[in-house]
Structure formats: structure tokens, C-alpha cells
């Protein structure tokens, strides 16, 4: 299971009001959608940039995945997504191969898309999603 190619960055910030203008002015593009996410208890804006994604993440909850991130490192890049064909497939393939699993099966993120995450820890720091359709 090949990823195809990067589907989106994940940036977690304090504040989407504040962040957005910035990535507006930055990529010279408007953010197209805003959309809270409760199961991972965020709301996410989305730009565009060639066929690839940055999600901006603000938390709703301190005690979420990005309010415990916020606290810890600060605002900065949280997570790298790869397109996938089948996120779940890729899952399971990604544990036959002996990385470490956040999410067995995909579940349902932003944009209806199904995802699910490796362990940081087999990932060398780095929080990867797979993504698919
Ligand atoms: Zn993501």
C-alpha cells in the first residue's frame, strides 16, 4: 500500500480567527472550509496548495489530542497525512510490517475522509495519518 502522496500537514494553533488570515496572506488563497471535528475534538480549517492539504487544528478541549499537544510543544506542525488507497488496509499492512498502531481501523476524520494514525514511537517522531476517499 503505497501512499499516492502527501494529502495534508497538520498544524496545530491556538487560534483559527488568528491563524487563518495568516495562511490566507501567506499562500495567497482563501481557506475553504471550516469544519469541527468532535471524535477528535478540534476544529480544522483547510487550504489548498497544489493537490496538497494544510489543515490548521485548534482545539476544543485541553484535554484533547491537540490541547494536550498545545500544552506541551506549542503551536507547530502535529502530523503528517499520506493518501492512501484504503486508509484501513494500509493500516493493517503498516502492522504486518511491526509499526505500531494508534488506530487499528480507520475512523472517520475531516472531509468524510476515513484515517487513522501510526504510533509516533515506531514513526520517529513524527505522528503519520493514512487517508483515503
Ligand atoms: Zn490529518
Request: a negative charge; one cysteine or more.
Amino acid at each position: 500500500m503505497k501512499p499516492t502522496h502527501i494529502e495534508h500537514l497538520g498544524i496545530a494553533v491556538k487560534s483559527l480567527e488568528e491563524s487563518i488570515p495568516y495562511y490566507e496572506n501567506l499562500l495567497g488563497t482563501k481557506c475553504y472550509s471550516v469544519e469541527e471535528v468532535k471524535d477528535q475534538r478540534v476544529k480544522t480549517a483547510f487550504f489548498l496548495v497544489g493537490q496538497t492539504k494544510i489543515e490548521l487544528l485548534e482545539s476544543t478541549d485541553p484535554e484533547g489530542p491537540i490541547g494536550k499537544f498545545l500544552e506541551k510543544k506549542g503551536e507547530g506542525i502535529h502530523h503528517l497525512a499520506f493518501a492512501v488507497d484504503n486508509a484501513s488496509d494500509a493500516l493493517a499492512e503498516a502492522e504486518s510490517k511491526g509499526l505500531t498502531l494508534i488506530d487499528k481501523v480507520s475512523r472517520k476524520g475531516a472531509e468524510g475522509m476515513n484515517i487513522g494514525f501510526l504510533h509516533p514511537k515506531s514513526t520517529h517522531g513524527v505522528l503519520i495519518e493514512f487517508c483515503s476517499k
